[in-house]
T-cell receptor, first 110, second 117 residues
Framework: GIQVEQSPPDLILQEGANSTLRCNFS?????LQWFHQNPWGQLINLFY???GTKQNGRLSATTVATERYSLLYISSSQTTDSGVYFC????????????FGTGTRLTIIP | GAVVSQHPSWVICKSGTSVKIECRSL??????MFWYRQFPKQSLMLMAT?????????EQGVEKDKFLINHASLTLSTLTVTSAHPEDSSFYIC?????????????FGPGTRLTVL
């Protein structure tokens, strides 16, 4: 099956800093989503981005489908940004099933 | 919009008992629901795909007789962990979607933390 690797696995930043999270996938995809899992376990949809660039406030994401990677940018980090960030993909066979990446644990220090 | 709820939020049970977890789409009709399992500090692993009115499709390695899934209506799917054992302790998360409204974007419930003593 498709492999999804995220980097870095852990990231500790001071409040106000910017960060870039990376998601690499091993095959073509029909769908790519970014999620934030808060400390209580709730997954929050951030972006649906199989290709191109999107922005939502301090967050933006870019997917380069031809090179099989996606980037999530977080600017001016806040403590509420802490948690685990997952990317998840639906492979090119389009069977609706999401394969989750390994995750990046982000900790923002006041 | 696109709110998914789960009940209960957490449950503690004795080994050998069965536990039922409910997943509801509150503001849309979900043609497809998914059940995931997440161990501490690990990623989410898909257990099964559930379509309303038909049998669930289980991922390889998931025991269908142990994890019973029923998708009885377009807003409700249930996961029953039968004869639970300590190794079944985990965080169980459901998601829901309907392709007409959302394409293949999934919306997730808040999860259920199961502890088996």
């Amino acid at each position: 099956g498709i492999q999804v690797e995220q980097s870095p696995p852990d990231l500790i930043l001071q409040e106000g800093a910017n960060s870039t999270l990376r998601c690499n996938f091993s095959d073509s995809v029909n769908n790519l989503q970014w999620f934030h899992q808060n400390p209580w376990g709730q997954l929050i949809n951030l972006f649906y981005i199989p290709s191109g660039t999107k922005q939502n406030g301090r967050l933006s994401a870019t997917t380069v489908a031809t090179e099989r990677y996606s980037l999530l940018y977080i600017s001016s980090s806040q403590t509420t940004d802490s948690g685990v960030y997952f990317c998840a993909v639906v492979d090119r066979f389009g069977n609706e099933k999401l394969t989750f990446g390994t995750g990046t644990r982000l900790t923002i220090i006041p | 919009g696109a709110v998914v709820s789960q009940h209960p939020s957490w449950v503690i049970c004795k080994s050998g008992t069965s536990v039922k977890i409910e997943c509801r789409s509150l503001d849309f009709q979900a043609t497809t629901m998914f059940w995931y399992r997440q161990f501490p500090k690990q990623s989410l692993m898909l257990m099964a795909t559930s379509n309303e009115g038909s049998k669930a499709t289980y991922e390889q390695g998931v025991e269908k007789d142990k994890f019973l899934i029923n998708h009885a209506s377009l807003t409700l799917s249930t996961l029953t962990v039968t004869s639970a054992h300590p190794e079944d302790s985990s965080f169980y998360i459901c998601s829901a979607t309907t392709s007409v409204l959302f394409g293949d974007t999934q919306y997730f419930g808040p999860g259920t933390r199961l502890t088996v003593l």
